[in-house]
């Protein structure tokens, strides 16, 4: 075998073991937000205290289906009338 493809699956076998050692990590992590969230800790405060962004503690807490501290205070139109959203009228200013 050649040096080359040696190489070649030495590197295919670290890529392996790094995609695992990632998912790992990542299950881990999302366990420990979720039960972090669960004990009470605020969104932001686990944002603050692992030094990542509330939007992806957030996402972390959906996908686990973690409970609203409150619920939403802004609605789309859409999820208010789905209708409305296909009968807009273009505004003042829209090219025709």
Same mark, same amino acid.
């Given at each position: 075998?050649?040096?080359?493809?040696q190489?070649a699956?030495?590197?295919? @076998?670290? +890529?392996?073991?790094?995609?695992?050692?990632?998912k790992n990590?990542?299950?881990?992590?999302d366990?420990?937000?979720?039960?972090?969230?669960?004990?009470?800790l605020k969104p932001?405060?686990?944002?603050?205290?692992?030094?990542?962004?509330?939007?992806?503690i @957030? @996402?972390?807490? *959906?996908a686990?289906?973690?409970?609203?501290l409150r619920?939403?205070?802004?609605?789309? *139109?859409?999820k208010?009338d789905?209708?409305a959203?296909?009968? *807009?009228?273009p505004?003042?200013?829209? +090219?025709?």
């Amino acid at each position: 075998m050649t040096r080359l493809k040696q190489a070649a699956r030495a590197k295919q @076998r670290a +890529d392996k073991r790094a995609k695992e050692l990632v998912k790992n990590a990542t299950e881990a992590f999302d366990l420990a937000v979720v039960e972090a969230l669960g004990a009470g800790l605020k969104p932001a405060q686990v944002a603050t205290t692992t030094g990542y962004s509330y939007e992806t503690i @957030r @996402r972390i807490a *959906r996908a686990h289906e973690v409970e609203r501290l409150r619920e939403p205070t802004v609605t789309s *139109r859409k999820k208010v009338d789905p209708a409305a959203a296909h009968n *807009r009228q273009p505004g003042p200013n829209a +090219d025709s």
